[in-house]
């Protein structure tokens, strides 16, 4: 229940406080959520460039995926057994027949939590080998494929503004990439294990792998009464076991000689903790926030990576650069606008939320 629901049941609909005290808590609670979406996006980004391109010894990162499953299935396990007021005895009974008694229903979400821990995977691989403001551009490429396998998939529809967005996007995406063409060995010379070709079809890969796990994710899922937090139990089981498999395949003799937590800091404790706790601490605000919302904080996130960028990174903008992020910024805010009157109410309601939507927030 929102906090603007539980207090319409403690206070008058009409009157002064009905007329004053909702919008002042709902435009405060929008501000509140607009700040933590646009620092959790740009953080996140940010973060792990940075702890990827300083010097010494790295960390696995799939091993980071693997703790990040791990401490947000803890949380979410912790949240449940409060929701059931600490009583051990119903939450355990809860969480054997979500999971064990409907089994068939947490195997439906083995085919998305593989999708996501090999999109959390290449998130790192692109990062590593692109510049942040890039990434978050070029990552945004994920409402196109959203929207693409919601028409698909789901035989939704998309007006005309939103097509148009669509190609706007394409094109500033594209503009973006042919600026880091010309700069690519400026960009990437100051590390030779970093390589701008791998970066790209990462990204890519995952933008293509975000967009059909969260369409998919909302067919098999809906009518469904789970709550969000025992869906992200589910999801991450299944993260930490195929994370497990994946680390194990890529890194296994490596970490067996040098330990799961080999090369971590400070830095990449809060590069993990940001990753598991600050998607769900989004769930927790994105009820606030509307779709123009998220599509300023999105825009906004590019605006603050690209800007960092600059000062931490020594990220070099160019016209060509900013004509591109321009681009994308307007198609993130036009894909937000509301539907036109005319439109069904029907068309492309939940794509257009899931292409903003925090992965944490149902998905992962």
Known sequence: VS???????????????????????????????????????????LSIRYVRTLPGDRFFTTSAVVMAEVLKVLTCLLIILLQKRVNVKETAFL????????????????????????????????????????????????????ALFSVLMLRKSLSKVQWFSLLLLFIGVAVVQVQQEGNKEASVANS??????????AVVISCLSSGFAGVYFEKILKGSSASVWMRNVQLGIFGTVLGLLGMWWNDGPAIAERGFLFGYTGMVWCVIFNQAFGGLLVAVVVKYADNILKGFATSF????????????????????????????????????LPKAPGVSSSSLRSSSMEAFQPKSVLVK
């Open 3 to 45: 906090l603007t629901a539980a207090l319409g049941g403690r206070f008058p609909p009409q009157g002064n406080m009905g007329g004053v005290l909702f919008p002042t808590v709902n435009r405060r609670l929008k501000y509140i959520s607009l700040a933590v979406l646009v620092v959790q996006n740009a953080s996140l980004i």
């Open 192 to 201: 030779a294990n970093q390589n701008y070709t791998v970066g790209l079809i």
């Open 301 to 336: 996130s590019i605006i603050v990576s690209t800007v960092t960028s600059i000062y931490l990174f020594a990220f070099h903008v160019d016209l060509l650069f900013m004509m591109g992020a321009g681009l994308v910024i307007c198609a993130v805010y036009m894909y937000s």
């Open 95 to 146: 969480l054997l027949d979500s999971i064990v008694f409907q089994y068939k229903d947490t195997l439906k979400l083995a085919v998305p939590s593989l999708i996501y821990t090999l999109q959390n995977n290449l998130q790192y691989v692109a990062i590593s080998n692109l510049p942040a403001a890039t990434f978050q551009v070029t990552y945004q490429l994920k409402i196109l494929t959203t």
